[in-house]
């Protein structure tokens, strides 16, 4: 894939099971577009943990926060609507609604969201703006991470090292919700997907946990230069589709590769 692809390429794939990696150009700095908020809603569910702040507090819609892309804020009643900081999160996961993103950026602090990522060790993973803004961009000011420390960052809170077991099993939950990503449309309905991709002109990106049965992964795979960029959806689709079809097999084989079905009695 990463041959054929008219564009820059870095992957990290984590088997969560055996902690064994694969990485390709896992240390380059990629822009992040819409992923870097897997990184907000961890600081949105940290101060929750710590009491801080409440999940079910609440945010009346203000006019002046509407920036593009806010497809579900945008059809709200300024002045009127009011919405909890989880109706935000889940705003900003499902559609990436830009205007829910800033707002939680703004309740949580950006400084904030960069501490805790430091905290971790990820010296190249930065919030550096907020969503749609375009002058920051162009001043170099923007959003990033690689391959290793967006994978390092959701083993982090698979494992518990972030938040205890109850705010875990929220922030998975709420990171799952249903959305249009390449990964989740590699993977078969059935099974979990706790991803968030990210699109700009020429980057598309998508970071995520994979719950196949009886072997959850991580992957994260981050394309930049694109020439086009349906083709770097379609790697990472790929890239998904093949690393599924791996875990699933070692999930449903014993240690020599058998594959024991359940037993189906016949009439």
Known sequence: MDRDLNGVLGLAILDLTSGQSLLLHADDVFPQA????????AELYRQAQQGRLKLTDTYTVDKSDLVPDSDIMGGLTPGV??????????MMIAVSDNAATNVLIDRVGMDNVNRMLAGLGLKNTLLRRKMMDVNAAKEGRENVSTPREMMTLLEAIYRGKLFNQETTA????RLATHKHSPIREAVPEAIVSADKPGE????????????AASRPFVICVMTTYLKDESA????????????????????????????????????
């Open 34 to 41: 819409s992923s870097i908020k897997i990184a907000v809603l």
């Open 81 to 90: 609507t009011r919405v909890t900081l989880r109706d935000l999160a889940t």
């Open 170 to 173: 929220e922030f998975l939950r």
């Open 200 to 211: 700009l002109e020429a980057v598309r990106a998508d970071s995520g946990i994979v719950f």
């Open 232 to 267: 770097g959806e379609a790697a990472i689709r790929t890239i998904a589709a093949a690393a599924y079809d791996y875990f699933d097999r070692l999930g449903r084989s014993s240690p020599y590769g058998r594959v024991v079905s359940p037993y189906n009695s016949r009439p």
